[in-house]
């Protein structure tokens, strides 16, 4: 994602300018950023409730243990989601600065 963000951004530089490059940089940056460090901080939050659950609430097949793995699996599979839509807003936003590009 970092590779084709740079791309984009490169390719398009006489179109977005220094401040329409920087702007475009940061957003994407601190959006993924903020949204890996979330998923960090919910598994953390994760990870001291089952440590101090007891041994016995917290063996396989608990419903702890289930409702632990689910929202393990949730995070997850947000993150993937993420990544998915920053790949689309990216080709879409390479097709738009493509048409501006030929418009000039």
Known sequence: MILFTTYIILRHFQ???FSGTVLLAVFIGVQSFYQWWRAVIYLRKMRVLYATAGFEQ????????????????SITDLLYYHFGMVIVCLVLSDVLLFRIDGLK
């Open 15 to 17: 179109t977005l300018g």
């Open 58 to 73: 917290s063996g396989d097949g608990s419903t702890l243990d289930i409702v632990l793995r689910l929202a393990a699996r």
